[in-house]
T-cell receptor, first 114, second 115 residues
Framework: AQSVTQLDSHVSVSEGTPVLLRCNYS??????LFWYVQHPNKGLQLLLK??????LVKGINGFEAEFKKSETSFHLTKPSAHMSDAAEYFC????????????FGTGTRLKVLA | GAVVSQHPSWVICKSGTSVKIECRSL??????MFWYRQFPKQSLMLMAT?????????EQGVEKDKFLINHASLTLSTLTVTSAHPEDSSFYIC???????????FGQGTRLTVV
C-alpha cells in the first residue's frame, strides 16, 4: 500500500535559520512526489514536484527537496526561514503514473519566530 | 500553472438545506476532477473522483446520496451537500487535471459552516 508520513506535526524555527520538514513515503512503484503549502483558510499552492528527473528539486520561494530512493525520503528544506513561510505544509505522493489520486501526509505546521 | 477556481469561497447555511459548490478550470479542459474534505488541523481526505460525462467514483465511507457530484462539462464540476448538518461543516477543496499533466491543480477551497 502506498502511504506518506510526515514525521513532525509542528516545527518551529527562528527567522533566518534553516528549515527542514521531513517526509517519508512508501510506494510499490516509482512515485511522483509533491510538496504543497497551505496558508490559513486558503487553498493549496504547489512548492515543488519530483517526477523521476533530477533528484534534487528546486521550487518556489527558495524551497528545495531531495528525493532519496534508498531512504524513501523527500525532505523539504530552505536555507533561511522568512516570517511569510509560516503555514501548513503537505507532502503528497502520487503512487503510479496513470492515476491522479494523491495521497496526502498529515501535514507539518511551520512556525517562524521573530 | 493552470488555474482552478472554486465558488463560493465560504458559505453559511441552515441545517437541512442544500449547498452547491462549483469547481472550474479556467484555462484548460479538466478531464478529471477530485473533491477533498479537510477537517480542522487535519489533512485532506479524498471524497470522490469525477470524470467528465460519467458518474463520480466515491471513496469508501463517503455517502454518494449526500454528496452529489456532477461533472457535466470539461471545465465545471459541482459538489452539492444535501440536507446539510453541522457535522458537514468543513473545508472542501477540488483539484483538476487534464491529459498529459503530471500534477493536479487545486482550487482555493470552500469553507462550509452549517448552523
Amino acid at each position: 500500500a502506498q502511504s506518506v508520513t510526515q514525521l513532525d506535526s509542528h516545527v518551529s524555527v527562528s527567522e533566518g535559520t534553516p528549515v527542514l520538514l521531513r517526509c517519508n513515503y512508501s510506494s510499490s512503484y516509482s512515485p511522483s512526489l509533491f510538496w504543497y503549502v497551505q496558508h490559513p483558510n486558503k487553498g493549496l499552492q504547489l512548492l515543488l514536484k519530483y517526477t523521476s528527473a533530477a533528484t534534487l528539486v528546486k521550487g518556489i520561494n527558495g524551497f528545495e527537496a531531495e528525493f532519496k530512493k534508498s531512504e524513501t525520503s523527500f525532505h523539504l528544506t530552505k536555507p533561511s526561514a522568512h516570517m511569510s513561510d509560516a503555514a501548513e505544509y503537505f507532502c503528497v505522493v502520487r503512487p503510479t503514473s496513470g492515476t491522479y489520486k494523491y495521497i496526502f501526509g498529515t501535514g507539518t505546521r511551520l512556525k517562524v519566530l521573530a | 500553472g493552470a488555474v482552478v477556481s472554486q465558488h463560493p469561497s465560504w458559505v453559511i447555511c441552515k441545517s437541512g438545506t442544500s449547498v452547491k459548490i462549483e469547481c472550474r478550470s479556467l484555462d484548460f479542459q479538466a478531464t478529471t476532477m477530485f473533491w477533498y474534505r479537510q477537517f480542522p488541523k487535519q489533512s485532506l481526505m479524498l471524497m470522490a473522483t469525477s470524470n467528465e460525462g460519467s458518474k463520480a467514483t466515491y471513496e469508501q465511507g463517503v455517502e454518494k446520496d449526500k454528496f452529489l457530484i456532477n461533472h457535466a462539462s470539461l471545465t465545471l464540476s459541482t459538489l452539492t451537500v444535501t440536507s446539510a448538518h453541522p457535522e458537514d461543516s468543513s473545508f472542501y477543496i477540488c483539484s483538476a487535471i487534464n491529459r498529459g499533466n503530471t500534477e493536479a491543480f487545486f482550487g482555493q477551497g470552500t469553507r462550509l459552516t452549517v448552523v
